[in-house]
């Protein structure tokens, strides 16, 4: 089984590179790198150039071969290197992502070159499975000039798997909280401290341990974006444009 994390370097929210910011003491793409590898074999990580946190042997850093397309050319570049004929692909942003959940999405990857999650009407296609069928619709939208997954995926042939099925393994849906500001920082550090008392490497869930969430959560509804990988934990994070 393979999972590609993708490690673009830019943020223009945040003004840092996200991929060296800690939670717990750890690099958020070591994080990503260390919770995706306790259930898939093979993990890739995607970057265009510049250096990366210290990660552990066996994981296999690819080249971003079309840079400046933003997540369609790292997927298209990622699928080129994986092992099998799908990957579960995630960004380096999401430190919560729960492994149990990747890998029953991939399992349903046979189904489909598509598996994406559906939360309140919208996508999350960086939290999603791709087959390498998916390739000629990556580099078609990168041809066109368009560094959107959406309109790159609006031809493909998409399995959606429901809210419902997806808190079955994630009850509050933490894997799709992502870091695009130092608030959300913050907020991550804030439930880090309440779901991994002990620090993250010494939890022995890949989950965490359950938790209230901090008192300063706002209580109004999720603020998922058609673009994907921005629901958390009724935490309102603005989408990403891609």
């Known amino acids: ?17 996200k991929a060296w910011e ?4 750890e690099p958020l793409l070591a994080r990503v790198v260390r919770r ?48 099998g004929d799908r990957a ?28 994406l999650p559906l939360i309140r009407g919208k996508t999350e296609p960086l ?17 066109r000039g368009n560094g ?6 609006a031809r493909a042939d998409s399995l959606l798997v429901g ?3 997806l808190r079955a393994l994630d009850p509050e849906l933490r894997s799709f909280f992502n870091v695009n500001t130092a608030d959300d920082l913050r907020v991550a550090r804030e439930l880090l401290a309440l779901t991994e008392p002990a620090g993250p490497l010494a939890t022995a869930s890949n989950q965490g341990a359950a938790g209230d969430l901090p008192s300063n959560y706002p209580n109004g509804e999720c603020n998922g974006g058609s673009t994907g990988h921005t629901i958390g934990l009724r935490h309102q994070v603005q989408p990403t444009a891609m």
């Not at 066996?58 to 790292?74: E, I, M, Q, R, T």
């Not at 959107?148 to 995926?153: G, P, T």
């Open 1 to 17: 089984m393979d999972a590609i994390i993708l490690a673009g370097g830019q943020s223009m929210r945040l003004g840092r590179d």
């Open 22 to 25: 800690t939670l717990g003491g």
């Open 36 to 83: 995706l590898a306790a259930v898939f074999p093979h993990v890739i990580v995607v970057r265009p150039a510049g250096p990366l946190p210290a990660l552990p042997a066996g994981v296999s850093l690819v080249k971003d071969d079309l840079p400046g397309y933003g997540p369609p050319g790292a997927i298209w570049s990622g699928l080129g290197r994986i092992r």
């Open 88 to 115: 579960f692909v995630v960004a380096c942003d999401m430190p919560f992502v729960n492994a149990d959940l990747a890998q029953a999405l991939f399992q349903r990857g046979d189904r489909a070159p598509v598996v």
């Open 127 to 143: 939290h999603a499975v791709y087959s390498k069928a998916c390739r000629p619709l990556l580099l078609a939208s990168v041809a």
């Open 148 to 153: 959107s997954l959406q309109s790159a995926l």
């Open 163 to 165: 809210e419902e099925e």
